[in-house]
């Protein structure tokens, strides 16, 4: 073996892997991409900084430094003696008013509490699809419910109401499999029946289980909360029925929805709830009273009907023609092709769209407070700001109102970008 | 649905009318007229027998009357002596003020929160993400009233720029922000041409337009050249001056002079004022519509796919004419139609002026007028009108736009 004495060194082993250098890698690595990775991109990052800054340092001290135990404002300002602090214990006082209004019982407030967490119950098995289906009877029981334990009064109403719907259902499940037509119209008629029938055991006293509650009693976020489950869930029915209607073949029928929805959804909320305030009542026989809080229901389901009627009108426009002829050559009439083929999907496509109506409309019921309705904002604006004790606790309560409804609707975004995920059955 | 195929019977039964498809929608339609004529009948009886028992009439008389209360914001002529018509006219102009500032800004700021929240630095697209999601579900009427609250709670008295040595000063001694509203300065002419102050200020918009058309014309001009020479001309220099100097000229004839606001005795004169009310409803409407805008420009640009910018460059077009000429295009067919009912959005919503007594269409004609005259069916009649009418002509807008820009296929 000849040995090469001209090289004074030969390696014999391979070198092991080099660390990469510092700046590639870890936390640096990502520094210098993400942040700084131009000039440009160097300026913004250091404007974001600053403006973060400026927002934390305003408002960290004054929420670390914020008071709870006072029972007013000047109370605050003593303690505080000039340093920057929130004054929170206008919550932690006026917790109750934020919440239920002024004026509902504070004895009875385990009602609309139980009626909240309930909701959930029933709100459930319509949200995740996993959970047992017979679920969905308490679902179904869930406005009885809820209507008993907030209003009170005899418990006989809502169990009149609610055999009226079974005497529909029974009669609809006798007749609709022969006729379409003939079980919906008997249905309505058998409910109708109930409900007239129903109208003379209802009790007229005052003396029940549950304290009747007025109307006109209900505020606060409670307001808000019920505004918003009641009018979305009326109108979702209301809209699909509203869009079928734009899509049919009969010019009268498509002629009516035509004009009901755009004129709706050309009009501000703010005018619809006027009409609810001022003129409705002008519309219902001169003997009766319809309290406020079902006119501005009435009005605000009409007005998110429409919307939603547009986002399944959208739906029902996506789905291949195929579908529709598929179900005609099948020889599916047009209750069965709806119900079936095309509504499943559709619902499915326009559901972002359903979401996001939801959405904006609970948002949309803190506009009752202009036709002074005592909603959260109603509240906030009217009793509490009034009162010699809270006047000029602006930020903690209007910070607080805010909170709340970003909760609730990043919560609802949240769930609807979860079930789009969930029902994208589609390979993409 | 398919009529051809039923085969012809003898002879007409009363259940055809349900289940024979040739008469079915015929029977539906009726039944349908019936109710409709039914409700309307049912309602508008309710309403003669409602008024007559409260001794009313539909009359839109109280127009003609005098309206008897002030409006801080207006646009043209108005005082407490003005008819009610008037006031509406002045509600009508507010309406319209507030929402063209609203749109002209809410766009501005949902582009540049739309464009930077697809960065890729980490830090600026997360602070617009969380921007778009806190105003996003938050109501406008909060966002409304937070700003309110801001204009006129935390932004000093006039008397603080008082003294020797004020509490607050102007900024650049321009501004004055106080908890009355902002006070801007405010141009005016030495020498005008006319002598209403409106016509002046159209005289200008006309050299405006002129100029457009110029610039028009030069930009044509470029392209013929290039057309006929491939070399297009520098046009920047031309384009800037057919701008600038035909407008500078007019607005040197006329003296233009600016007036500054100056504190005289407790409050401040001179200049232009805007009210807070005004300011609070322009730029909460504009943040909170913006967050809005800013996802729509978003899904516009990520709707274009990549391959698009790589056939693009392997074209060989630089980076700043993939965007202009191939991006943007396709990314405005589908930014726009959610744009522009956004802007309608903006103009429904400016309804909530009322809430903090900003005097547009919705405070005055159904807010004070209707309490004062108590005409609650004829007011809320013409407010719906007016928006019907607005968003008709933004939707007639829309639908002309969508069909112009409509992928000409097949």
Redesign the interface.
């Known amino acids: 073996m000849p040995t090469d004495t001209s090289v004074a060194f030969v390696r014999t082993a391979e070198i092991p892997p080099s660390p990469p250098p510092p700046s590639e890698t870890g936390l640096v690595k990502w520094i210098r991409e993400n942040l700084f990775s131009s000039w440009g991109n160097s300026i913004l990052t250091l404007v974001s900084l600053y403006a973060i800054y400026v927002i934390l340092s305003a408002t960290v001290p004054w929420i670390v430094n914020g008071i709870w135990t006072t029972s007013s404002l000047a109370e605050c300002r003593e303690i505080l003696q000039g340093q920057v602090g929130a004054c929170f214990s206008v919550l932690t006082e006026r917790w109750n008013q934020l919440l239920y209004g002024f004026k509902y019982p504070v004895e009875e407030y385990w009602r609309p509490n139980l009626a909240f967490l309930l909701l959930f119950v029933a709100a459930a098995p319509v949200l995740f699809f996993d959970l047992p289906r017979k679920l969905l009877a308490f679902t179904a029981l869930y406005p009885f419910i809820a209507y008993w334990l907030i209003w009170g009064g005899s418990i006989m109403i809502p169990i009149v109401a609610l055999l009226g719907f079974v005497a529909g259902y029974f009669v609809f499940d006798r007749f609709g499999k022969q006729s379409f037509a003939t079980g919906f119209f008997g249905a309505i008629v058998a409910a109708f029946v109930v409900w007239w029938i129903g109208g003379f055991i209802i009790p007229e006293t005052e003396d029940t289980f549950l304290p009747a509650v007025p109307s006109r009693d209900l505020g606060g976020f409670m307001l808000n909360m019920m505004l918003g489950v009641t009018c979305v869930s009326l109108s979702l029915p209301l809209g699909i029925v509203l869009a079928l209607g734009r899509q049919s073949k009969m010019p009268l029928i498509k002629g009516i929805c035509v004009i009901f929805i755009e004129f709706i959804r050309g009009v501000p909320l703010i005018t619809l709830l006027f009409v609810a305030s001022v003129m409705l009542s002008y519309f219902f026989p001169p003997e009766s009273t319809v309290d406020l809080f079902l006119r501005v229901v009435i009005m605000i389901t009409m007005f998110s009907a429409a919307y939603i009627a547009e986002v399944i009108r959208g739906g029902l426009a996506a789905l291949p023609k195929g579908q529709y002829e598929a179900a005609d050559s099948l020889g599916l009439d047009y209750p069965q092709a709806m119900r079936l083929i095309i509504l499943p999907q559709a619902l499915k496509i326009s559901i972002p769209g359903i979401v996001n109506v939801a959405v904006g409309l609970f948002k949309d019921t803190t506009l009752v407070s202009v036709i002074s309705m005592f909603d959260l904002v109603g509240m906030i604006r009217g009793p509490i700001l009034a009162s010699t004790e809270w006047n000029g606790v602006y930020w903690e309560l209007l910070g607080f109102a805010a909170f709340l409804f970003f909760i609730v609707c990043y919560g609802i975004s949240q769930y609807s970008q979860w079930l789009e995920r969930r029902l994208a059955t589609d390979h993409r | 649905?398919?009529t051809a195929s039923d085969p012809e019977q003898a002879g007409f039964r009363l259940s055809m009318l349900?289940?024979d498809t040739r008469y079915r929608?015929l029977t539906?339609?009726a039944i349908?007229?019936i109710l409709?004529a039914l409700s309307i009948w049912y309602?508008g009886n309710?309403?003669i027998?409602?008024?007559r028992?409260a001794g009313l009439n539909i009359s839109f008389g109280f127009f003609g009357e005098p309206a008897g209360y002030d409006i801080n914001q207006r646009l043209i002529e108005y005082d407490s002596q003005s008819s009610h018509g008037r006031a509406a006219v002045v509600g009508i102009l507010n309406t319209l003020l507030v929402a063209f500032l609203a749109c002209v800004t809410a766009t501005v700021f949902g582009v540049i929160a739309g464009v930077?929240r697809l960065?890729?630095?980490?830090?600026?697209s997360k602070?617009m993400a969380f921007y778009v999601?806190?105003f996003?579900?938050?109501?406008?009427?909060?966002w409304i009233?937070?700003i309110f609250?801001i204009m006129t709670?935390v932004l000093p008295s006039p008397r603080a720029f008082r003294g020797d040595d004020p509490a607050s000063s102007m900024f650049l001694d321009a501004v004055a922000f106080t908890n009355r509203g902002v006070y801007i300065p405010g141009p005016s002419f030495n020498a005008p041409l006319f002598e209403a102050a409106a016509m002046n200020w159209l005289l200008v918009l006309a050299v405006l337009v002129a100029s457009f058309f110029g610039s028009k014309a030069i930009g044509s001009w470029a392209s013929r050249v290039q057309e006929e020479t491939g070399d297009r001309p520098k046009t920047l220099l031309m384009t800037l001056g057919v701008w600038i100097v035909p407008v500078a000229i007019l607005l040197f004839i006329m003296g233009l002079t600016w007036n500054f606001p100056e504190l005289k005795g407790f409050n401040f004169s001179g200049g232009i004022k805007i009210g807070g009310p005004l300011i609070a409803l322009w730029f909460a409407l504009s943040i909170y519509t913006g967050a809005f805008i800013a996802e729509n420009v978003r899904a516009g640009i990520q709707a274009i796919s990549k391959g698009q910018t790589e056939a693009a460059g392997a074209l060989g077009l630089r980076p700043g004419r993939i965007m202009n000429l191939v991006i943007l295009p396709q990314a405005l067919r589908v930014i726009i139609p959610p744009l522009i009912s956004q802007y309608l959005n903006i103009t429904?919503?400016s309804?909530?002026a009322?809430?903090v007594g900003y005097a547009d269409i919705?405070a005055t004609l159904?807010g004070i007028t209707?309490n004062q005259t108590g005409r609650?069916?004829e007011c809320?009649l013409l407010?719906?009108l007016f928006?019907?009418t607005i968003?008709?002509l933004i939707s007639a807008f829309m639908n002309v736009y969508n069909n112009s820009i409509k992928l000409k296929e097949r």
Do not use: D
Not at chain 2, 119 to 124: E, F, P, R, Y
Not at chain 2, 136 to 142: A, D, T, Y
């Open positions: 649905m398919s349900f289940n929608s539906f339609q349908a007229a409709l309602l309710n309403l027998q409602n008024l028992e930077l960065s890729n630095n980490w830090l600026v602070l999601e806190i996003r579900n938050i109501p406008v009427l909060i009233i937070i609250t709670a429904k919503n309804s909530l009322i809430a919705t159904g209707l609650a069916i809320v407010l719906m928006y019907l968003s008709l």
